[in-house]
Protein backbone atom coordinates (compact mmCIF):
# COMPACT_ATOMS: atom_id res chain seq x y z
CA UNK A 1 0.00 0.00 0.00
CA UNK A 2 1.29 3.57 -0.77
CA UNK A 3 0.37 6.99 0.40
CA UNK A 4 0.68 10.30 -0.75
CA UNK A 5 -0.68 13.56 0.36
CA UNK A 6 -1.37 15.70 -2.61
CA UNK A 7 -0.13 19.57 -2.58
CA UNK A 8 -3.68 20.68 -2.44
CA UNK A 9 -3.73 18.67 0.52
CA UNK A 10 -5.88 15.63 -0.49
CA UNK A 11 -4.81 11.99 0.11
CA UNK A 12 -4.07 9.43 -2.34
CA UNK A 13 -3.70 5.58 -1.07
CA UNK A 14 -3.33 2.87 -3.91
CA UNK A 15 -3.07 -0.67 -2.66
CA UNK A 16 -1.34 -3.24 -5.60
CA UNK A 17 -0.70 -6.43 -6.22
CA UNK A 18 1.78 -7.05 -8.95
CA UNK A 19 2.30 -10.47 -11.60
CA UNK A 20 5.31 -11.27 -12.59
CA UNK A 21 7.21 -8.05 -12.19
CA UNK A 22 3.55 -6.33 -13.68
CA UNK A 23 0.41 -4.55 -12.27
CA UNK A 24 -2.38 -7.16 -11.59
CA UNK A 25 -4.86 -5.00 -9.80
CA UNK A 26 -4.68 -2.12 -8.12
CA UNK A 27 -7.27 0.26 -6.38
CA UNK A 28 -7.11 3.84 -5.88
CA UNK A 29 -8.69 5.72 -3.00
CA UNK A 30 -8.45 9.09 -1.05
CA UNK A 31 -10.66 11.95 -0.16
CA UNK A 32 -9.98 13.44 -3.29
CA UNK A 33 -12.98 14.39 -6.12
CA UNK A 34 -12.75 12.80 -9.83
CA UNK A 35 -15.79 13.42 -12.57
CA UNK A 36 -17.42 11.27 -13.82
CA UNK A 37 -17.74 8.98 -11.09
CA UNK A 38 -15.93 5.66 -12.77
CA UNK A 39 -13.18 7.37 -13.66
CA UNK A 40 -11.29 6.09 -10.68
CA UNK A 41 -11.97 2.25 -11.84
CA UNK A 42 -11.09 3.07 -15.27
CA UNK A 43 -7.99 5.09 -14.67
CA UNK A 44 -7.19 1.57 -12.24
CA UNK A 45 -8.05 -0.32 -15.62
CA UNK A 46 -5.44 1.54 -17.54
CA UNK A 47 -2.42 0.61 -15.66
CA UNK A 48 -3.00 -2.73 -15.36
CA UNK A 49 -0.26 -5.18 -17.05
CA UNK A 50 2.21 -2.19 -16.86
CA UNK A 51 5.71 -3.17 -15.63
CA UNK A 52 6.01 -2.04 -11.80
CA UNK A 53 8.74 0.42 -12.15
CA UNK A 54 7.85 1.77 -15.24
CA UNK A 55 6.67 5.03 -14.30
CA UNK A 56 6.93 6.75 -17.35
CA UNK A 57 4.43 4.28 -19.21
CA UNK A 58 2.01 4.37 -16.29
CA UNK A 59 1.92 8.45 -16.22
CA UNK A 60 1.19 8.19 -20.28
CA UNK A 61 -1.37 6.27 -19.96
CA UNK A 62 -3.03 7.86 -17.23
CA UNK A 63 -2.55 11.59 -18.71
CA UNK A 64 -3.93 10.09 -21.90
CA UNK A 65 -6.79 8.78 -20.28
CA UNK A 66 -7.90 12.44 -18.54
CA UNK A 67 -7.39 13.99 -21.57
CA UNK A 68 -9.22 11.74 -23.92
CA UNK A 69 -11.98 11.70 -21.45
CA UNK A 70 -12.00 15.26 -20.51
CA UNK A 71 -11.88 13.93 -16.17
CA UNK A 72 -12.00 16.26 -13.75
CA UNK A 73 -9.83 16.14 -11.02
CA UNK A 74 -9.84 18.40 -8.22
CA UNK A 75 -7.09 18.50 -5.48
CA UNK A 76 -5.09 15.88 -6.80
CA UNK A 77 -2.87 15.31 -10.25
CA UNK A 78 -1.71 12.72 -12.26
CA UNK A 79 1.31 13.02 -10.64
CA UNK A 80 -0.16 12.47 -7.47
CA UNK A 81 -1.09 8.86 -8.23
CA UNK A 82 1.87 8.00 -9.58
CA UNK A 83 3.83 9.02 -6.29
CA UNK A 84 1.34 6.69 -4.26
CA UNK A 85 2.41 3.92 -6.33
CA UNK A 86 6.07 4.86 -6.09
CA UNK A 87 5.69 4.57 -1.91
CA UNK A 88 3.92 1.39 -2.57
CA UNK A 89 6.64 -0.16 -4.30
CA UNK A 90 9.50 0.93 -1.66
Not at 54 to 75: P, S
Request: charged share 30%.
Amino acid sequence: MGEHKSHGGKLVKVIISINEGRIHDIVITGDFFIEPPDAVQKLCEKLRNIGMNDYHLMERALEDYVKRNNIMMLGVTVNDFIEAIRKAFS
